[in-house]
């Protein structure tokens, strides 16, 4: 009899001891479910700052390169030939006023005609004043007619001749304000005296040519670029750093940060640039922070870390 109950003390705790495993394997289960039902947290893929629109106010312009040219050129020749050139007054560079001897002839070369007519044609003078900027008479030549001479910028006049697009030339209008930047660091303020009515078919470029009111110390055929002022004065704009604006193909876009630090991508509209600011047209409202560097390692709905600064 004792046997027997010791045999059903036995089993009775052997059963006990399975529930107690077996609670303990259905607690553990249950607790690696719940670890994998609770919401991971999203860690911030980047710090960064942000910016939101400012209103700027700038003068629309229109860029250009182009050359300085002169004004108007003359070429002086000879109107007669068989006189011989006895001294050159002049050079390249030399500055002349209207009736200024160039060249002075030997009219007992001349083969021919009566002593008047020999009288008359003893010197060869500037027909304007101007500068010298080509010079090909020499002491003992010639003279051929038509040959050229010299060439002369009339008044020293210098202009910048502006290449431009025929959509940039219909933006252009006669007495429009020009800077142009020559040498290191000069700049003169022009005013534009003509433009072409038509451009080039096969480079598809007409021009614009522009006074230059202070031509002293430039350089004709020298390389200069300029700035057309095309709105007439400053107007009001709203702008972001050059930073916050990005390109993916055709798409020029910012990232907007919303309430809950994720970001997301704004197509906008840009317009013109100044400096290390780009003006903003459409797509952003003037109060939405936008991401203001490091846009190009954040990709749609990632979390950012603002700080402030």
Known sequence: MSIN???NNLIFNIALSGLVLAGGIVGLVGSSEAEQA?????????????????????????????????????????????LLIAEVKVSIGDHVQQGDVLVTLDNFARTGG??????????????????????????????????????????????????????ELMLIHKGMSVSIAVGEGRVIRGAVRAISPSV????????????????????????????????GGKKALLSLP??????????????VVGPDNH??????????????RVQIKQGLKENEPVVESGGPFLTEGDVVQVVKG
């Open 200 to 231: 080039n078919p096969q480079t598809r470029y007409g021009y614009a040519l522009v006074t230059l009111p202070e031509s002293a110390g430039i350089i004709a055929g020298a390389f200069a670029s300029g700035t057309f002022d095309v709105s």
């Open 263 to 276: 970001v997301h991508e704004r197509a906008v509209t840009v317009g013109q640039r100044n400096g290390d």
């Open 38 to 82: 609770a919401p991971a947290l999203s860690r911030p893929a980047l710090t960064v700052r942000t910016t939101t629109l400012r209103e700027d106010k700038w003068a629309r312009t229109l860029a250009a390169n182009g050359s300085i040219t002169p004004w108007q050129e003359a070429i002086i020749s000879a109107q007669v030939q068989g």
């Open 114 to 167: 009566d002593a008047s007519a020999r009288s008359t044609q003893g010197r060869i003078v500037a027909p304007d004043s101007g500068v010298i900027s080509a010079a090909n008479a020499n002491v003992g030549s010639m003279l051929q007619p038509g040959v050229e001479l010299f060439r002369l910028i009339r008044k020293g006049r210098l202009e910048w001749h502006a290449d431009l697009t025929a959509e």
């Open 5 to 7: 109950i010791k045999h």
């Open 242 to 255: 050059q930073s916050a604006v990005m390109q993916r193909g055709s798409m020029t876009y910012v990232l």
